[in-house]
């Protein structure tokens, strides 16, 4: 799997990014440099810098003499990450609504897809269109610190593993959840839309409304 030559890093980043969200990296695996550089067919420099960045995200860590491993994320930092997204999507809600004030066509189709994906009891589909419908809502925010974020937040949540949490059976109801926001947004009522956030994350992260 060959590399372009520009912005090899990025790209590294980016794939193991991918890697370790979908779980094809286990938290707790190593991830060895010169391994992936091979694969990846490029040099270890690139991929070191690559692990620095995810290891800034605290995706990974590095330790001596045992090398870098996906980091292991403990229940209680779920529910940290979850208590901070909640805060930051309320506000988000609020910013956005005049500016997706009928023009939620984007937001309708991403919940179309993660509505057909919970009825398929698709987790893997299911979180790539959610997240793509709250990141819709964030940037419509216009708030580049807000946004950078609730990055960060959500990718330390590891969203597949509470969709798994959740369960299939719920996912529907989950889903569902989602298009009260979606309503009040294209209404352009941000006090709705943020309320609604935060009894959906919330209720379904576990969290006390």
């Known amino acids: 799997m060959a590399l372009k030559r520009s912005s090899t890093a990025v790209q590294v980043k980016e794939l193991l990014l991918e890697r370790i969200l979908d779980g094809t990296y286990k938290p707790g695996e190593r991830l060895i440099?010169?391994?992936i550089a091979e694969e990846l067919q490029t040099s270890q420099a690139?991929?070191?810098?690559?692990?620095?960045?995810?290891?800034a995200m605290r995706l990974v860590e590095t330790e001596p003499y045992k090398g870098t491993r996906v980091r292991v994320v403990t229940?209680?930092?779920l529910e940290e990450s979850s208590q901070v997204r909640s805060v930051l999507e309320q506000l988000a809600c609020?910013?956005?609504?005049p500016k997706l004030k009928g023009n939620c066509a984007e937001l309708q189709a991403e919940a179309d897809k993660f509505m057909n994906a919970a009825r398929k009891k698709d987790f893997a589909t299911y979180s790539l269109h959610d997240t793509a419908f709250h990141r819709l809502i964030m940037q419509a925010a216009d708030n580049q610190?807000?946004?950078s974020i609730w990055e960060s937040v959500v990718l330390e949540s590891r969203f597949l593993r509470i969709l798994a949490k959740i369960g299939g059976e719920n996912l529907?109801?989950?889903?569902?959840?989602?298009?009260?926001v979606l309503e009040a947004l294209e209404k352009g009522d941000g006090k709705t839309a943020s309320k609604s956030m935060r009894n959906l994350i919330c209720k379904f992260h576990g969290l006390k409304i």
């Open 145 to 147: 610190l807000l946004l």
């Open 75 to 77: 229940e209680r930092e």
């Open 46 to 55: 690139p991929v070191r810098e690559a692990l620095r960045y995810l290891e």
């Open 94 to 97: 609020e910013l956005a609504a």
């Open 33 to 35: 440099e010169l391994q």
């Open 172 to 180: 529907v109801e989950f889903g569902d959840a989602h298009l009260v």
